[in-house]
C-alpha cells in the first residue's frame, strides 16, 4: 500500500448494495466480489495450499511505530496483553483491534499487515493477544478458546472508556473472526455506541465441520503444526500452574478434535468437543449482528467450511457484507502488487472500515 493512500476507495468503488438485496433474497449466490476491487490471486500461487503457506510466509512490509503494551483484566486474575499504537489525536480517531487465529498472536504476520495499513490510513491500532497467547502463559491460569468472545467485548469497553474513544472496529483473523462474529451476535442490538464496524476473514463460524476438515490426509500439514504449538503451550501452562493442568491428557492425541475432548472441553468448561464446538460457534448468533460487517470467505479455503445454513444467515442479515472468492486460500488473499503490497484482504478491511466511517454504510441507529 503507498504511504500516500489514506482513503482506499472512492464511491465509484462501493458495493452494489442491489445486487446485494437480491443476492439476500435468493440465498443462491453471494456478492461477486469487494467493492469493484475482484480478487485475483498472485500467479503462479493460484491454488488454496499455494495461497496459504505463500501467504503465511511472504514477508510483510511495516511502518508501525513502537507499540504501548496495554494489559486489560478480563476476569479476576487474568490479563491479556494488547499492543497499541496511538494517533496523536486519540479519542475522535477510529481505532482498529485486531484478534488473531488459533495458536497466533499479536505478532502475527495478518495482525502487522492489517495495522500497518490501518495506521497509514489514519487509524489508532490495537494488536491484541488472547488468553496465554504472544508469551503471555503466566498472566493467568485459564486457557484461550474459540468462545471467548467476551474477552474481546471486555478488552473493546475498557479501552473506549478509559481513552475516551469515540469510533471502535474490529478485525478478526480465522478463531479471531469466529470471536468478533460471536461476540457481535451476542451484543445485538446492545451493541456499544462506540463499536461502528466490524470483519471477519476466513472466519471459522462451523467449528466443528472446520475441525474435522483440518484432519483431511491433504490438511495434515496444518493440523500438525496446530497441534505441536498446542502441546508445547499445555506443557508450558502445567509448569507454571502444575495444581491446575495434567499433562497425561496429552497422550493419545492425534487430531484437533482429540486435543479439544480432552483438553479444551476439560479445562474450559465445556462437555466434550462437540459441545465446545456448538456453543463456541459464531454460525449460531450470525442474524443477530446489528452493525456493518464484512465477512470474508475463499471457497478454497483448506481447512474452514462454511455450512449451507450459515452461508444463507450470512446473506440474510442486511448488516452483513459476505464477500466469497473462488480463490484465496485461508488468511492469505495474496494478490499481485500492484500499487500496494498485494493483501488483498488486509486492505478490503481497511477499505470497508473507511466506507462505514464515511457515512456511505451508516451504522444502526442505536449508534
Known amino acids: 500500500m503507498q504511504d500516500t493512500d489514506s482513503n482506499l476507495f472512492s464511491d465509484s468503488r462501493a458495493p452494489n448494495t442491489d445486487a446485494q438485496s437480491s443476492s439476500r433474497s435468493a440465498k443462491s449466490t453471494v456478492v461477486p466480489d469487494c467493492f469493484g476491487e475482484p480478487f485475483q490471486p498472485r500467479r503462479p500461487f493460484v491454488g488454496g495450499h499455494a495461497q496459504t503457506l505463500v501467504g503465511n510466509f511472504f514477508p510483510r512490509r511495516s511502518h508501525l511505530p513502537v507499540a504501548e503494551d496495554y494489559l486489560c483484566e478480563v476476569e479476576a486474575g487474568v490479563q491479556v496483553l494488547c499492543h497499541c499504537h496511538w494517533q496523536a489525536s486519540r479519542e ?8 488473531h487465529g488459533l495458536e497466533g498472536s499479536s505478532e502475527s504476520g495478518y495482525a502487522i499487515g492489517t495495522g500497518n495499513k490501518a495506521w497509514q490510513a489514519g487509524m489508532n491500532v490495537v494488536r491484541m493477544n488472547m488468553r496465554t ?3 503471555t502463559e503466566a498472566l493467568g491460569p485459564s486457557l484461550y478458546n474459540s468462545g471467548m468472545s467476551s474477552d474481546v467485548g471486555v478488552v473493546a469497553r475498557t479501552l473506549a472508556e478509559q481513552y475516551g474513544l469515540h469510533k471502535l472496529a474490529l478485525a478478526g483473523f480465522s478463531m479471531g473472526g469466529n470471536l468478533v462474529l460471536k461476540l457481535l451476535g451476542e451484543w445485538g442490538s446492545q451493541v456499544p455506541r462506540q463499536v461502528k464496524a466490524a470483519v471477519g476473514i476466513s472466519p471459522a463460524m462451523d467449528l466443528a465441520a ?4 483440518l484432519h483431511d490426509p491433504a490438511n495434515r500439514i496444518y493440523e500438525t503444526k496446530f497441534l505441536w504449538s498446542l502441546r508445547r503451550r499445555i506443557r508450558r501452562k502445567a509448569a507454571l500452574y502444575p495444581d491446575h493442568f495434567d499433562t497425561r491428557y496429552l497422550h493419545g492425541i ?12 476439560r ?4 462437555l466434550d468437543a462437540q459441545d465446545y464446538y456448538t456453543r463456541a460457534a459464531s454460525a449460531r448468533v450470525l ?8 465477512v470474508l470467505h475463499a471457497n478454497d479455503d483448506p481447512f474452514i467450511r462454511v455450512l449451507s445454513e450459515t452461508r444463507a444467515k450470512l446473506l440474510a442479515n442486511p448488516h452483513i457484507t459476505y464477500v466469497e472468492t473462488e480463490h484465496g486460500g485461508h488468511c492469505a488473499f495474496l494478490a499481485e502488487a500492484n500499487g500496494y503490497d498485494g493483501r488483498w484482504a488486509e486492505r478490503q478491511a481497511i477499505a470497508f472500515i473507511q466506507h462505514v466511517e464515511s457515512g456511505a454504510m451508516a451504522p444502526t441507529s442505536d449508534n
Do not use: K, W
Not at 475522535?92 to 484478534?99: A, E, G, K, P
Not at 472446520?210 to 476438515?213: M, V
Open 133 to 135: 497467547c504472544g508469551g
Open 210 to 213: 472446520s475441525a474435522d476438515a
Open 92 to 99: 475522535q480517531t477510529m481505532t482498529l483491534i485486531i484478534v
Open 267 to 270: 479445562y474450559c468448561g465445556f
Open 287 to 294: 442474524e443477530h449482528i446489528a452493525i456493518p460487517t464484512l
Open 254 to 265: 492425534r487430531s484437533l478434535r482429540d486435543f479439544d475432548e480432552q483438553i479444551t472441553a
